[in-house]
Protein backbone atom coordinates (compact mmCIF):
# COMPACT_ATOMS: atom_id res chain seq x y z
CA UNK A 1 0.00 0.00 0.00
CA UNK A 2 1.20 4.22 -0.50
CA UNK A 3 1.91 5.90 2.15
CA UNK A 4 -1.24 7.59 1.82
CA UNK A 5 -3.54 5.12 2.25
CA UNK A 6 -1.86 4.09 5.10
CA UNK A 7 -1.93 6.90 6.56
CA UNK A 8 -5.95 7.44 5.96
CA UNK A 9 -6.52 3.71 7.83
CA UNK A 10 -4.54 4.88 10.32
CA UNK A 11 -6.58 7.86 10.91
CA UNK A 12 -9.24 5.92 10.53
CA UNK A 13 -8.69 3.49 12.84
CA UNK A 14 -7.79 6.18 15.61
CA UNK A 15 -11.27 7.29 14.77
CA UNK A 16 -13.41 3.98 15.29
CA UNK A 17 -11.32 3.82 18.17
CA UNK A 18 -13.15 7.06 19.70
CA UNK A 19 -16.47 6.22 18.77
CA UNK A 20 -15.59 3.08 20.28
CA UNK A 21 -14.26 4.66 23.47
CA UNK A 22 -17.07 7.28 23.45
CA UNK A 23 -19.84 4.49 23.43
CA UNK A 24 -18.21 2.45 26.05
CA UNK A 25 -17.85 5.23 28.22
CA UNK A 26 -21.92 6.51 28.08
CA UNK A 27 -23.31 3.45 27.60
CA UNK A 28 -24.43 3.26 31.26
CA UNK A 29 -24.34 0.25 33.02
CA UNK A 30 -21.79 -0.97 31.17
CA UNK A 31 -18.26 0.06 33.21
CA UNK A 32 -18.51 0.25 36.71
CA UNK A 33 -18.27 3.49 38.14
CA UNK A 34 -15.19 2.97 41.17
CA UNK A 35 -15.51 5.64 43.86
CA UNK A 36 -18.01 7.50 41.80
CA UNK A 37 -16.77 8.13 38.79
CA UNK A 38 -16.24 6.52 34.75
CA UNK A 39 -13.03 6.58 32.91
CA UNK A 40 -12.86 9.24 30.31
CA UNK A 41 -12.08 7.17 27.57
CA UNK A 42 -11.98 9.23 24.64
CA UNK A 43 -8.68 11.33 26.96
CA UNK A 44 -6.60 7.89 26.56
CA UNK A 45 -7.13 7.80 22.95
CA UNK A 46 -6.13 11.02 22.32
CA UNK A 47 -3.14 11.35 24.36
CA UNK A 48 -2.18 7.62 23.07
CA UNK A 49 -2.49 8.86 19.63
CA UNK A 50 -0.82 11.84 20.00
CA UNK A 51 2.19 9.99 21.45
CA UNK A 52 2.74 8.52 17.71
CA UNK A 53 1.77 11.58 15.40
CA UNK A 54 3.30 14.78 14.59
CA UNK A 55 2.15 17.77 16.32
CA UNK A 56 -1.14 18.56 13.54
CA UNK A 57 -2.47 15.13 13.61
CA UNK A 58 -2.31 14.71 17.07
CA UNK A 59 -3.91 18.01 17.60
CA UNK A 60 -7.02 17.48 15.29
CA UNK A 61 -7.25 13.74 17.11
CA UNK A 62 -7.33 15.74 20.22
CA UNK A 63 -9.95 18.14 19.24
CA UNK A 64 -12.00 15.28 18.25
CA UNK A 65 -11.45 13.74 21.28
CA UNK A 66 -12.53 16.94 23.54
CA UNK A 67 -16.06 17.29 21.82
CA UNK A 68 -16.96 13.76 22.76
CA UNK A 69 -16.25 14.20 26.13
CA UNK A 70 -17.31 17.61 26.81
CA UNK A 71 -20.57 15.90 25.16
CA UNK A 72 -20.21 13.05 27.29
CA UNK A 73 -19.10 14.83 30.51
CA UNK A 74 -19.42 18.29 30.61
CA UNK A 75 -22.91 20.74 29.50
CA UNK A 76 -21.16 22.31 26.90
CA UNK A 77 -18.66 22.06 23.99
CA UNK A 78 -15.37 23.95 24.66
CA UNK A 79 -13.30 23.02 28.27
CA UNK A 80 -12.05 19.10 26.84
CA UNK A 81 -12.07 20.65 23.15
CA UNK A 82 -9.54 23.37 24.09
CA UNK A 83 -7.63 21.49 26.66
CA UNK A 84 -7.57 18.51 24.69
CA UNK A 85 -6.55 20.13 21.65
CA UNK A 86 -3.22 22.12 22.94
CA UNK A 87 -2.38 19.37 25.15
CA UNK A 88 -2.26 16.94 22.59
CA UNK A 89 -0.06 19.31 20.75
CA UNK A 90 2.57 19.64 22.99
CA UNK A 91 2.61 15.93 23.41
CA UNK A 92 2.75 15.01 19.98
CA UNK A 93 5.83 17.72 19.57
CA UNK A 94 7.77 16.72 22.93
CA UNK A 95 7.17 12.71 22.12
CA UNK A 96 8.65 13.65 17.96
CA UNK A 97 11.04 16.24 18.97
CA UNK A 98 12.52 16.30 22.27
CA UNK A 99 11.94 13.03 24.22
CA UNK A 100 11.48 9.93 22.92
CA UNK A 101 7.63 8.25 22.33
CA UNK A 102 8.99 4.87 25.19
CA UNK A 103 6.22 3.14 27.11
CA UNK A 104 8.30 4.95 30.27
CA UNK A 105 8.11 8.28 29.18
CA UNK A 106 4.17 7.87 27.68
CA UNK A 107 3.49 7.00 31.59
CA UNK A 108 5.24 10.59 32.62
CA UNK A 109 3.26 12.11 29.42
CA UNK A 110 0.21 10.83 30.56
CA UNK A 111 0.30 11.53 34.22
CA UNK A 112 1.34 14.97 33.44
CA UNK A 113 -1.55 15.38 30.96
CA UNK A 114 -4.46 13.60 33.15
CA UNK A 115 -3.78 15.33 36.02
CA UNK A 116 -3.42 19.20 33.86
CA UNK A 117 -6.54 18.56 32.00
CA UNK A 118 -8.88 17.73 34.95
CA UNK A 119 -7.07 20.37 37.35
CA UNK A 120 -8.07 22.73 34.83
CA UNK A 121 -11.58 21.20 34.44
CA UNK A 122 -12.38 21.56 38.54
CA UNK A 123 -10.58 25.16 38.41
CA UNK A 124 -13.02 26.09 35.24
CA UNK A 125 -16.35 24.30 36.18
CA UNK A 126 -16.16 24.66 40.19
CA UNK A 127 -13.87 26.86 41.87
CA UNK A 128 -14.18 29.90 39.36
CA UNK A 129 -17.98 29.79 39.85
CA UNK A 130 -18.12 29.07 43.91
CA UNK A 131 -19.59 25.99 43.36
CA UNK A 132 -20.82 24.88 47.21
CA UNK A 133 -18.70 21.65 48.55
CA UNK A 134 -16.33 21.70 45.45
CA UNK A 135 -13.70 19.95 47.93
CA UNK A 136 -16.38 17.21 48.01
CA UNK A 137 -16.91 16.83 44.54
CA UNK A 138 -13.04 16.39 44.02
CA UNK A 139 -12.39 13.83 46.44
CA UNK A 140 -15.37 11.73 45.47
CA UNK A 141 -15.22 12.28 41.97
CA UNK A 142 -12.40 13.59 40.10
CA UNK A 143 -9.62 12.12 42.01
CA UNK A 144 -10.89 8.43 40.99
CA UNK A 145 -11.61 9.60 37.53
CA UNK A 146 -8.13 10.97 37.15
CA UNK A 147 -6.50 7.77 38.30
CA UNK A 148 -8.73 5.79 36.14
CA UNK A 149 -7.97 7.34 33.34
CA UNK A 150 -4.25 7.42 33.30
CA UNK A 151 -4.46 3.45 34.02
CA UNK A 152 -6.84 2.89 31.08
CA UNK A 153 -5.04 4.97 28.95
CA UNK A 154 -2.11 1.71 29.32
CA UNK A 155 -3.95 -0.13 27.08
CA UNK A 156 -4.84 2.64 24.37
CA UNK A 157 -0.94 3.07 24.45
CA UNK A 158 -0.32 -0.72 23.31
CA UNK A 159 -3.37 -0.36 20.72
CA UNK A 160 -2.27 2.55 19.58
CA UNK A 161 1.04 1.83 18.89
CA UNK A 162 0.09 -1.34 17.20
CA UNK A 163 -2.08 0.59 15.14
CA UNK A 164 0.90 3.11 14.44
CA UNK A 165 3.23 0.26 13.52
CA UNK A 166 0.72 -1.81 11.35
CA UNK A 167 -0.18 1.27 9.57
CA UNK A 168 3.09 3.54 8.96
CA UNK A 169 5.49 2.69 6.26
CA UNK A 170 8.93 1.16 7.31
CA UNK A 171 11.54 3.92 6.04
Known amino acids: MSDRSNSFFRYLAYVIEIIVAF ?3 TTPHLLPELFGAKPVLT ?3 ALTAAIFEREIPAMIIGMVSGMMA ?3 YTDSIGLFTITLTIVCFIVGYAANNLIMATFPN ?3 YAAIAVGAIFML ?3 IAFVIPGTDDNWTYFTNHLVSRMVQTYICSIPFYFLNKFIYNS ?3 EV
Do not use: E, R
Open 23 to 25: VLA
Open 43 to 45: VCV
Open 70 to 72: DIA
Open 106 to 108: FLL
Open 121 to 123: YYL
Open 167 to 169: LTP
